[in-house]
């Protein structure tokens, strides 16, 4: 039976990619490509040797970003590169190739060169600060075997580092041997693997609510609110990314997605999304209400549009199902749900009651009074606040940003 089209490897990344002075730096450019394919940002640092083997011009092209190689630019500004904000800004370093030298200097903290002092800045995970850095090494047989290069790339290894590859095959001595650095696209489908591929969610099914709903007065106006769902939807690709099957009950919106593992339901109404919740989420793992749904509808829909009289039109309102609450108390035994709260004042108060009260795992809180968050706009800054633990600010972060955070934790709910 013949099998259908490999679907494009999806990463969403932010990678700060050094390339250093090996002769496999000629496929730095293939790289570049693979990883913009794969939906990364690319922020290129090179060592100074690496501009022997391949031009920044090339890399910068590619990547649409420049090409950056000293701490200092050297044009009399005064300006630098700040290594520190470059770590802060990468999701993952990628160093590809990465020469002996190159691997020594990591292991060692020999700091004289742009790309170490941004592996040397990147923040610290849960395995230390190399557990977002990956090294692809490639060099000559006898270097790899080399007692020092094992001895290096041990003390890496003990660090968080991850490495990928190399592999055995034609070496630029001539000879032929273990060294050879990974294809650029097997580098991608690796970095894939380790960054997304071995996700809690994979395997799960979760329910993402976004968007808003729209509760008509006549078929004409309704009430509404200014809900993009954006956050909703990155969350739903990042955990399609991730492995997981996302069901995805949408208000009225404009987005689109055709990531695969997703499954989309429209709705219009609170109501609509009520019921359509209500059908999906006793099959799920977990549940995150990410729409914005309104609180109150008019209590009686005209069935042709209201025409303007000289009086004042008074709309009666009763207030809508509360979809999370009602998922909450009905939820299977294991099921983690996630709501959200937009809040304009005593913001964390008011967030903590609705943890409490509707026996959440876990709340994401956003505040209208913060610049870049809320409504129409592609960034946001949350609180996460769950129950026996400290709230946990965030920056302001794009929302693909936020989306991989919550995500962390949901998976560590899991």
């Not at 008019?298 to 004042?312: C, E, L, N, T, W």
């Not at 039109?313 to 009763?318: G, K, M, S």
């Not at 129409?376 to 794009?398: H, I, Q, R």
Request: net charge neutral.
């Amino acid at each position: 039976m013949a099998s259908g089209p490999v679907p494009p490897i999806a990463l969403n990344r932010k990678v700060l990619l050094g390339v250093s002075g090996g002769i496999a730096a000629y496929k730095s450019a293939i790289l570049v490509r693979e990883l913009v394919k794969a939906g990364c940002e690319v922020q290129v640092v090179m060592t100074p040797s690496a501009h022997d083997l391949v031009t920044p011009l090339t890399l910068a092209t590619l990547s649409k970003r420049p090409v950056l190689t000293d701490l200092f630019v050297r044009d009399g500004s005064g300006q630098w590169n700040d290594h520190v904000h470059l770590a802060r800004w990468a999701d993952v370093m990628l160093v590809a190739p990465a020469t002996a030298n190159t691997l020594a200097k990591m292991a060692n903290g020999l700091c004289d060169n742009l790309l170490i002092a941004c592996y040397l800045s990147m923040p610290g995970g849960t395995e230390g600060t190399g557990s977002r850095v990956f090294v692809a090494p490639a060099m000559d047989l006898e270097m790899w075997k080399d007692a020092s290069t094992v001895a290096n790339l041990e003390r890496l290894r003990a660090c968080g580092v991850r490495t990928i590859g190399p592999e055995s095959g034609e070496l630029a001595s001539g000879l032929s041997g273990e060294g050879r650095m990974s294809e650029p696209a097997d580098i991608v489908a690796a970095l894939a693997q380790s960054l997304v591929g071995n996700s809690r969610l994979r395997g799960r099914t979760v329910l993402i609510s976004a968007g808003p709903t729209q509760e008509a007065i006549d078929p004409v106006r309704y009430i509404g609110n200014r809900s993009s769902g954006r956050m909703g939807f990155a969350l739903a690709e990042e955990a399609a990314l991730r492995g997981a099957t996302v069901q995805l009950v949408a208000g009225p919106v404009s987005l689109r997605t055709d990531r695969p593992g997703i499954h989309r339901t429209d709705v219009v109404s609170a109501a609509e999304m009520a019921e359509a919740c209500r059908s999906l989420a006793p099959a799920c793992d977990a549940v995150i209400m990410s729409a914005a749904v309104a609180d109150f509808r008019p209590k009686r829909s005209a069935d042709s549009k209201i025409k303007k009289g000289g009086g004042v039109l008074d709309i009666e309102l009763e207030p809508t199902e509360d979809i999370l609450a009602t998922l909450s108390a009905t939820r299977p035994a294991g099921q983690v749900v996630v709501g959200f709260a937009l809040e304009t004042n005593n913001e964390r108060a008011h967030a903590q009651d609705k943890l409490v009260r509707k026996k959440l795992d876990l709340l994401v809180l956003n505040s209208l009074q913060d610049p870049g968050a809320g409504f129409g706009v592609d960034t946001n800054k949350v609180t996460l606040l769950a129950p026996g633990t400290d709230p946990a600010e965030l920056p302001l972060m794009s929302k693909p940003e936020v989306a991989r955070a919550i995500l962390d934790r949901l998976e560590e709910l899991l």
